[in-house]
């Protein structure tokens, strides 16, 4: 096999309908790492044999394909699909996902000698790789059983039916459930019980149930597994001395203020937080609609794991005491109407550093709470720091605390924390799926609305 490096390969393994593919494709992304389809690879061949129109019964002949393989997989610039399959120097990315393709990988996938050769090649694929993605059917227990993160997908045979009918459908294939099912449990079947690569669990590997769960569920256990076993290192600070003392005061300040405004919210207003679970672990962005000043501290209460650096507007710098409360929080200074891109530089550089960073698209407060449109420097930030954004939406602020107004006590206020989004997924959702950072920020606000829709008014 070889001693290579498997400190950073994440190994994830399963039947088909599982999930494993998409959720390997992201959590390669949420990481950084490159993502490998060892099924493409399989699939690659089987066309190879197709066009040469062998015999899917000529075990010889597919073996002897196989060793003399001119086979690569490159990145891809299409969020959707992350790699690109090339074949004796044609892109068949497309094509080996037909139905007939499909249909006969299992005749091929099967043969030992064959597995050998394509668990050779798959090894030397990320023998120099710093951080690979692997998914199939035999990674953690065959090709890379020094995996340092291995995990099992699974899910009932009915969501697995559900799940490639809807796939299928969705590609225009005219597919019966009947016959759904019945390639599922021969797919099922022909993987477990073949001599050369089975599918099964490693003994080592983590278990995930998959059928109640969302993809984005499943890709956030993965990731979160892998970052608790790898903490990143505390920010270090390169000057030491009084800046030290002045972080470690920000932070005492930071966590009494958010003490004493839970106190005095709890008591002037009847608020609730839903969706905590959705917070994942930093670096992320916090983006949340903005009708009152009660905003950043309800934000700030709701997401209190964990201290906030808010991107707030200059007047608030400017004014004596508050000013000084500002800086010290590690509020992040917004000049309106002028150049930006301090600004957002600095919360990148925060947001590489871990912290969480929290921001009001809509760039200033909405008179009549109705969401307004968001700022293109939203899409900017999102797209710069590839971290993991957390919508928001406030319902009842600007009841409690109309701008202009006087506190209206009693008022009843809830904070919907919505499920995290990542870069690419916004991306996938833009038309061209170019960088459009006003496309993005005005994604930032459906997300927002959403939470508004389908969480709004609950009672």
């Known amino acids: 096999m070889g001693l290579f490096r498997t400190e950073k390969t994440v190994a994830i393994d399963g039947p088909a309908g599982s999930g494993k593919s998409t959720v390997s494709r992201l959590v390669a992304d949420r990481l950084g790492f490159v993502y490998f389809d060892t099924g493409a690879m399989y699939r690659a061949l089987t066309l190879k044999v197709m066009r040469k129109n062998v015999d899917l019964g000529d075990e010889e002949k597919i073996i002897e ?137 490693a003994r080592d590997a983590v278990f995930i149930d998959t059928t109640d769960l969302s993809i984005e569920q499943v890709v956030m256990k993965i990731v979160q597994y892998i970052k608790k076993d790898n903490p990143s290192p505390l920010p270090r600070n390169p000057v030491t001395g009084h800046k030290e003392t002045s972080r470690i005061i920000g932070n005492v300040l930071y966590c009494l203020s958010r003490g004493t405004f839970e106190v005095l919210i709890r008591i002037l207003f009847n608020i609730r937080v839903f969706g905590r679970e959705n917070i994942p672990e930093p670096p992320f962005i916090l983006a949340s609609n903005h009708s009152s000043i009660l905003d950043p501290p309800l934000v700030g209460l709701a997401c209190k794991k964990y201290n906030v650096d808010f991107m707030a507007k200059q007047e608030l710098f400017d004014t004596p005491v508050v000013g000084a409360w500002t800086r010290r929080v590690r509020c992040i200074e917004v000049r309106r109407g002028q150049n930006s891109s301090r600004s957002l530089k600095e919360a990148i550089k925060r947001l590489k550093k871990g912290h ?51 506190i ?52």
Do not use: C
Request: hydrophobic share 35%; no cysteine.
């Open 408 to 459: 209206r006590m009693g008022t009843r206020i809830n904070v919907f924390i919505g499920a995290p989004v990542f870069p690419r997924d916004f991306l996938l959702e833009t038309d061209s799926g170019k960088r459009d950072y006003d496309a993005v920020s005005n994604l930032v606000m459906e997300r927002i609305s959403r939470l508004s829709e389908s969480e709004g008014g609950r009672e």
């Open 65 to 201: 394909l196989s060793s003399d393989l001119d086979l690569e997989l490159l990145p891809s610039d299409r969020p959707e699909k992350p790699i690109r399959v090339i074949l004796d120097d044609e892109d068949v990315t497309e094509e080996i996902r037909k139905m007939e393709v499909t249909n006969n990988v299992k005749y091929v996938a099967r043969l030992g000698p064959v597995r050998e050769y394509m668990v050779k090649l798959q090894r030397r694929m990320v023998a120099d790789m710093d951080g690979a993605v692997m998914e199939g059917r035999d990674i953690g227990t065959v090709v890379l059983p020094r995996a340092r993160y291995k995990f099992y997908l699974d899910a009932s045979f009915e969501e697995r039916v559900h799940r490639r009918l809807a796939e299928l459908r969705a590609k225009g294939h005219p597919v019966t459930r009947a016959e759904v099912v019945d390639d599922l449990k021969q797919r099922d079947h022909t993987d477990k019980t073949r001599k050369a690569g089975p599918l099964k669990k």
């Open 356 to 406: 969480v960073v929290g921001i009001f698209p809509e760039g200033t407060r909405s008179v009549d709470g109705e969401l307004q449109d968001a700022k293109r420097g939203t899409g900017f930030l999102i797209d710069k720091a590839n971290v993991p954004v957390v919508p928001v939406y406030i319902e009842g602020s600007v009841k409690a605390f109309p701008k202009g107004q006087g």
